[in-house]
């Protein structure tokens, strides 16, 4: 075989390397873009409270889903909100919590699964340490998928 048709098959190969790649990218970040299916999230807390003031947010998460049970893993609150805020524990408790510097998150992993057709909340227990408007999302994730809800409190001295 001459060198002329060596590096035309090895740039071929490298070609379609470089597609296959390509796709599979988009492939996952296509997957990660959707929402959770049968999923529904509600959070609840206060819109405004005082400095020093103890509250509870509370998530929940219901399984829509009319056969297959949900397995949430995670759920994330933006570091933009939390800025404002203490937490001083999670009901239930959390495995493992960690900081996201990706998109600026505190995720705290739950590994809990949720039948078909059943709700579960998850009480953050907050105490507000600074003054002033703070908001950010929410995300309840199930793998690499997840579903965003917003988050805004202020906080008054």
Do not use: W
């Not at 998109?103 to 909340?121: E, L, M, W």
């Not at 003054?131 to 929410?138: H, I, K, N, W």
């Amino acid at each position: 075989m001459t060198t002329k048709k060596v590096l035309i098959l090895g740039c071929a190969g490298l070609g379609i390397a470089g597609l296959l790649g390509a796709g599979a990218v988009g492939f996952f970040f296509y997957h990660v873009s959707q929402d959770v299916e049968g999923l529904s999230v509600s959070v609840n807390g206060p819109e405004e409270v005082s400095q020093g003031q103890a509250f509870d947010l509370v998530v929940v998460v219901k399984n829509e889903r009319p056969k297959k049970a949900l397995r949430l893993s995670d759920i994330d609150l933006a570091e933009e909100y939390l800025s404002g805020f203490t937490v001083s524990s999670v009901e239930p408790a959390y495995k493992a919590s960690a900081h996201v510097p990706l998109d600026n998150k505190q995720s705290f992993t739950f590994d809990v699964s949720i039948p078909p057709g059943a709700s579960r909340s998850f009480t953050f227990k907050l105490k507000a340490r600074k003054a002033g408007l703070f908001r950010g999302d929410v995300d309840v994730c199930e793998g690499l998928q997840f579903k965003t809800e917003m988050l805004q409190t202020h906080v008054k001295e």
